[in-house]
């Protein structure tokens, strides 16, 4: 790995999934946004601007060129040094460095949400490609282009070789391929510099893991992912399979995190519980098989906490339950008093059969704010759904949410897949008090209020809820209305995965 592959990869990792985890949603915000009221501020901080934001900066510095880019900036600080200046009045300055027409460029990228479903097909004669067309629509609505420049890489039994598109128009005609052999599988944006939902080849998914450059898998990994949240290309059920085989192989820690998430995603959002059930014990032992394979202890802690997120088996638990009780990690495992208590917060989920292992790790903590933490969080846990009910009555109080982190946390296991049954109940309620969450708290908390409640949903019944809600009030905050359409998004899509 070059200095270069590194920053590319941590690039894509860090930047890319955020990004699409808004974006693709029907409540994307756009990087630039107008505060009408400053009492909204807070609201538009969040993935877009954190994580679209760097993309779209790599981009225009490749549409300039990095030497036409710097003399625009420098221009720019030189003309605002002491004053007050604004992202159109650098577009206006860098425009004139540049022969791309960067007002436009700026309208889509930065003044509009949203991302392009690029698709491409091979015209060819025998084995030769005669055409290779490029085409790109928008996710939502019409007539709308993101000019980019991005990489494909065309695999061969014998190697490869990696073409730079430059996709400025709805459809073109990549001339660099024509005349070449037709490859065994295409991989779009193999450098992790595009942005939009990109297409798949079948034919890469048995060679998934031969590819040989680990941002190239990266990048892969992540097409598979927002291809199946679109229901293109790949089964949630086929992908959970293919992620799992790569458990053993992925060696690079970022892209053991990108599976190992979306692993646990997949399992509790996209595929319904009879389906869990009947993968629940290989994807155990696979899991277990992996960690105890790996060397580096930052592997075998990502496998084990995917383990102990996703275990079903009573093998599993007695398994969790000695390391818990024995306070004893696997061998070359790390665990920390944290791990200990989210080890022992999943046993209690899973009504362990030792009732009092909660009051038992309490005993175990020895730092007071970690034990008021826990103390916090205990009910939200409890199998006594009576300490339930009282734990999501006692937030109604606002001196009962000053530890927004904590709240946020509780909310996780008060609405975990596994107490789902019993906690929809709580659904209108947290809907109704998001304008008071949003009034009384800190500028991250709606959001964090929102995805610890509805982030692990798969039901009819808890789409219908949130639809309702947004009908029954047409007037909403059209702020907050956007943060409940993008934290509900997978709750939306897996509705629609499981019927399909």
Known sequence: ???????????????????????????????????????????????????????????????????????????????FANGNASWPDLITILDKHTTADLQKWNTVWVNEPGRAIVDYQIKKTGNKIDRFIITQTPEYGTGRIWPQLFEITLFYPSGQKEITVDLNAASIELKEAEGMEVPLFVLFNSSGQGYGLWPLDEGMFEQLYAIEKPLGRASAYISLYENMLNGRSIKPKALLGLFITGLQKENEELNLKLITNYISTIYWEFIPKAIREEAAPGLEHALWSAMQKKSLPNHKKLLFKTY?????????????????????????????????????????????????????????????????????????????????????????????????????????????????????????????????????????????????????????????????????????????????????????????????
């Not at 990869?9 to 990004?19: C, E, N, Q, S």
């Not at 609201?43 to 060129?65: C, D, F, S, V, W």
């Open 1 to 79: 790995n070059t200095g270069k592959e590194v920053f590319d990869l941590k690039f894509l990792v860090d930047h890319f999934p955020l990004a699409y985890g808004i974006d693709r949603t029907t409540g994307a915000n756009p990087i630039r946004q107008d505060l009408d009221n400053l009492k909204d501020a807070g609201t538009m901080y969040g993935n877009i601007i954190y994580h679209k934001a760097p993309i779209m900066m790599r981009q225009l510095e490749r549409l300039m060129g990095k030497d036409k880019f710097q003399q625009g900036v420098r221009e720019y600080l030189k003309k």
């Open 308 to 500: 102990q997120d996703i275990y079903a088996s009573e093998e599993g638990r007695n398994r969790l339950y000695a390391i818990w009780n024995t306070q004893k990690a696997p061998e070359g495992l790390k665990l920390t008093e944290d791990d200990f208590t989210s080890l022992a917060f999943s046993l209690a989920l899973r009504n362990d059969k030792d009732p009092e292992i909660l009051a038992k790790q309490l005993e175990k903590i020895s730092n007071a704010d970690r034990k008021k933490r826990f103390r916090f969080i205990m009910p939200a846990v409890s199998s006594d759904l009576k300490e339930r009910d009282a734990f999501f009555k006692s937030l109604e109080l606002k001196a009962n949410r000053e530890k927004e982190a904590n709240v946020g946390a509780a909310l996780y296991y008060l609405h975990h897949p596994l107490r789902q049954v019993s906690s929809i109940k709580y659904l209108p309620k947290s809907l109704d008090m998001l304008t008071e969450i949003q009034t009384t708290g800190d500028i991250f908390f709606p959001q964090n209020w929102l995805q610890s409640t509805f982030g692990y949903y798969q039901s009819k019944e808890a789409a219908k809820l949130v639809q309702d809600f947004l009908k029954n009030n047409p007037k909403y905050n059209p702020k907050l209305k956007a943060k409940i359409l993008q934290t509900a998004d997978n709750l939306l899509r897996a509705e629609k995965l499981l019927t399909d």
